[in-house]
């Protein structure tokens, strides 16, 4: 069974590796959604795959740490593409979610990543 939860974090951030004239290069702003895909079997006793609310003890302050923050200051996202990004969340909370499958990270309405670990 898969479970998910999303997460929503506004955050600034500026491209440096691309060419001059990108307009990435630039400070500016994205609204991210999140999503965190587990997945597992039922537990017996609680039927559930994790509590909802155990999930969003472990997302929550990691993206504490990205909202409302410049994202390039942020250790090992000095340059931080949206697979960056997602990849470094991944990082943060796997070894705490051991079910987590998939990450959905969307940088605007119509853009982002899919990332399904290593």
Not at 24 to 52: A, P, R, S
Not at 107 to 116: F, L, W
Request: hydrophobic content about 40%.
């Amino acid at each position: 069974m898969v479970i998910f939860k999303k997460f929503a974090f506004d955050s600034a951030h500026f491209l440096p590796n691309v060419p001059e004239g990108h307009k990435c290069k630039n400070i500016h702003g994205h609204t991210y959604h999140l999503t965190v895909f587990l997945e597992g079997d039922l537990d017996e006793d609680f039927q559930w795959v994790m509590d909802f609310k155990d999930l969003k003890d472990v997302v929550k302050p990691v993206i504490d740490k990205l909202d409302h923050n410049m994202i390039n200051d942020i250790p090992g996202l000095e340059n931080p593409t949206a697979e960056r990004i997602t990849v470094w969340i991944w990082d943060q909370i796997k070894p705490h979610l051991p079910l987590l499958s998939k990450l959905e990270l969307n940088e605007t309405p119509t853009s982002g990543v899919v990332y399904e670990g290593k």
